[in-house]
Nanobody, 115 residues
Framework: QVQLVESGGGLVQPGGSLRLSCAAS????????MGWHRQAPGKRRELVASISNGGLTNYRDSVKGRFTISRDNNKNTVFLQMNSLKPKKTAVYFC?????????WGQGTQVTVSS
């Protein structure tokens, strides 16, 4: 059974940084695409960033220049470095992986930006 497990969320002050990790277990191949989505309270889930297994990246405009997505194909792991986090941007961040007939989601990790 293929699973995604996120880690790295927590409480951070505005302007601070966090690094999220998402490790895929049970898969013997790298996913064609992995990404991070977020869902704030009362809002729809939205794509934050994605990366192909060849390293092509895509970011939503509001995080360009502040967030960096990367992946380790050997370990089937994707990372999201988040810098200059903005106040009141609390959300649950979800990892997503697509490929080989799979479209799977992690359970989510809470990111709270507050002073």
């Amino acid at each position: 059974q293929v699973q995604l497990v996120e880690s790295g969320g927590g409480l951070v002050q505005p302007g601070g940084s966090l690094r999220l990790s998402c490790a895929a277990s049970g898969s013997a191949f790298p996913f064609s695409a992995m990404g991070w989505h977020r869902q704030a309270p009362g809002k729809r889930r939205e794509l934050v960033a994605s990366i192909s297994n060849g390293g092509l990246t895509n970011y939503r405009d509001s995080v360009k220049g502040r967030f960096t997505i990367s992946r380790d194909n050997n370990k089937n792991t994707v990372f999201l470095q988040m810098n200059s986090l903005k106040p009141k941007k609390t959300a649950v961040y979800f990892c997503n992986a697509v490929g080989g007939g799979y479209d799977i989601w992690g359970q989510g990790t809470q990111v709270t930006v507050s002073s």
